[in-house]
């Protein structure tokens, strides 16, 4: 069995468990189990940025498989930011707010190996589902563990961090609550 996440502990309330995942409702230390969910996003000046460079990356691709190449293109530098994914939640009741997902820092390529993106940056983050029903339960589907003995190989160390290990799963998927009452998926990301 894989453990809950050590950033989710203390609003995860443990609802179905395999023998490779696992998934948690969402459940505030108040007692509420309705969020607001935000998602990361980027500045204008980002924006333009990532635009930039995917307009450069088609147009070299273009020039290099569909007609002569006259001259070498160099494409622009990619923004590191471009990969980040970052969900939070805050509690319709009190208000307490809590970091979800972070991908530079959970999941196995986050908590092992590390993203480019500088920790210290902080984006911008917009509400999802803000114009109806804007509060939803939230679960998290959590899977691929990876076992105590292969991570503190991989790591050098001589026994694996509990608190490292539990961050180190494969694969997440967060669900919300519609008004049907049913969860539909608005994120999912394999993690490693």
């Known amino acids: 069995m894989i453990p809950v996440p050590y950033h989710l ?3 995860a309330e443990l609802t ?10 969402l459940v505030c230390p ?4 309705r969020f ?8 204008e000046q980002e924006r333009a940025q990532m635009r930039l460079f995917r307009q450069t990356a088609d147009e ?6 569909l007609y002569p190449a006259p001259e070498e293109s160099v494409l622009p530098d990619a923004l590191p930011i471009a990969g980040l994914h ?8 009190c208000g307490n707010a809590a970091l979800l ?17 500088p920790p210290a940056y902080q984006p911008p983050m917009k509400q999802r589902f803000a114009g109806r029903l804007p509060a939803r339960q939230i679960r998290v589907c ?18 694996a961090n509990l608190r490292l290990l539990s961050e180190c799963f494969t694969e997440i998927r967060i669900q919300t609550r519609g008004e049907n009452g049913r969860y539909r998926t608005v994120f999912s990301e394999e993690t490693g």
């Open 86 to 93: 970052r969900f939070s939640v805050r509690c319709a009741d």
């Open 142 to 159: 959590i899977s691929g563990g990876i076992p105590a003995d292969a991570l503190a190989d991989f790591t050098g160390a001589e026994a």
């Open 101 to 117: 997902y972070d991908n530079r820092l959970h999941g196995y390529d986050g908590a092992v190996i590390g993203r480019e993106i």
């Open 60 to 65: 070299i691709l273009r020039s290099r498989y």
């Open 30 to 33: 108040c007692g509420c189990g």
């Open 36 to 43: 607001l969910l935000f998602e990361n996003t980027y500045t």
């Open 16 to 25: 179905a468990v395999g023998e490779d995942s696992l998934t948690v409702q």
């Open 9 to 11: 502990q203390e609003i």
